[in-house]
C-alpha cells in the first residue's frame, strides 16, 4: 500500500475526512476527551439542542458564546499542510469537515465541505438577514428586527444541509485516496461517508487513538501535526 507520502504522490483525487482533534492544536477543545467542551457539564447534548435555542435561547447562547468561539485561533501545520497538497499542480482535494470553527478556510483551502457547518455564519431566524459573527457574539437580539440570530451550525436533533451531503458524497466516491484525520469516526452520518468509497481506493486514518474500521486501511496511530510536517 505504500506510505503516506507515497499514495498523496501517486493520487490525483484526495478527500481528508477531519474532526475535532485537527484544531485542537490551535487551542480549540474536542468535545469528549478529558478536557473537552463537554467535560464536566450537565447534560451539554441538549445545550447544543434544537429544543434549547427554540425554547432557552438564552441559555443556548449563553454557552455557546462563552464555550465555542476562538476567533483569535490560527490555523496549525494540519490545516496548512492540506491547504498546500491542495495547491499542487494536479490534485484534486476536497476536504470535508466536522469542523465548525472555519480554520481550513482560514489556511487557503478552498473546497472545503462544512459537514456541520460553521460558526462564523450566522442569520436572524425572524427576518433572514445574514449577521456577521463579530455581531452575534454582541448580541444574539438582531438590532434591525429584534429577532433571535443563531450561528448556521448542525445541532442536535436538526438534518445536515443535503448540500453538505452532496458535496461530500461526490468527493467520496471519486477519491482515489482518503484519510480520516483527529477523528474517532464514530459519529453518523460522517462515519458512514467510506461506505461510498469506489473500488480499490486506498484509506489512512491518522489519530492518536486506534480506529477500528470495518475495511482495509492503513492506521499512523500517532500526533497529526508531527505526521503533517513531516509531509
Known amino acids: 500500500m505504500g506510505t503516506l507520502a507515497e499514495s498523496l504522490?501517486?493520487?490525483?483525487?484526495?478527500?481528508f475526512l477531519t474532526g475535532a482533534g485537527v484544531s485542537v492544536p490551535s487551542g480549540i477543545p474536542d468535545y469528549r476527551s478529558k478536557n473537552g467542551l463537554?467535560?464536566?457539564?450537565?447534560?451539554?447534548?441538549?445545550?447544543?439542542?434544537?429544543?434549547c435555542l427554540r425554547n432557552e435561547p438564552d441559555k443556548f447562547y449563553t454557552f455557546v458564546r462563552d464555550n465555542m468561539y476562538y476567533p483569535a485561533a490560527e490555523p496549525n501545520a494540519i490545516h496548512e499542510k492540506?491547504?498546500?497538497?491542495?495547491?499542487?499542480?494536479?490534485?484534486?482535494?476536497?476536504?470535508?469537515?466536522?469542523?465548525?470553527?472555519?480554520?481550513?478556510a482560514k489556511a487557503?483551502?478552498?473546497?472545503?465541505?462544512?459537514?456541520?457547518?460553521?460558526?462564523y455564519r450566522c442569520h436572524c431566524q425572524?427576518?433572514?438577514?445574514?449577521?456577521?459573527?463579530?455581531q452575534y457574539l454582541e448580541s444574539d437580539k438582531h438590532k434591525n428586527c429584534g429577532g433571535i440570530i443563531r450561528p448556521e451550525v448542525v445541532l442536535y436533533e436538526e438534518n445536515l444541509p443535503e448540500d453538505a451531503i452532496n458535496g461530500a458524497l461526490a468527493?467520496?466516491?471519486?477519491?482515489?485516496?482518503?484519510i480520516i484525520v483527529g477523528t474517532s469516526f464514530k459519529?453518523?452520518?460522517?462515519?458512514?461517508?467510506?461506505?461510498?468509497?469506489?473500488?480499490?481506493?486506498?484509506?489512512?486514518?491518522?489519530?492518536q487513538e486506534l480506529l477500528r474500521l470495518p475495511f482495509q486501511y492503513t492506521m499512523i496511530q500517532d500526533d497529526a501535526v508531527s505526521i503533517f510536517k513531516e509531509l
Open 9 to 15: 504522490a501517486s493520487s490525483e483525487r484526495i478527500v
Open 38 to 51: 463537554y467535560t464536566g457539564r450537565e447534560n451539554p447534548e441538549y445545550l447544543l439542542s434544537a429544543t
Open 82 to 104: 492540506m491547504a498546500e497538497i491542495e495547491r499542487r499542480a494536479g490534485k484534486q482535494v476536497t476536504i470535508v469537515t466536522q469542523n465548525i470553527d472555519g480554520l481550513h
Open 108 to 119: 487557503g483551502s478552498r473546497n472545503v465541505v462544512e459537514f456541520h457547518g460553521s460558526l
Open 126 to 134: 425572524k427576518c433572514g438577514m445574514t449577521v456577521c459573527s463579530e
Open 171 to 178: 468527493a467520496i466516491t471519486k477519491a482515489d485516496l482518503i
Open 187 to 207: 459519529v453518523s452520518p460522517f462515519c458512514n461517508l467510506t461506505d461510498y468509497r469506489k473500488s480499490g481506493s486506498t484509506v489512512f486514518a491518522v489519530n
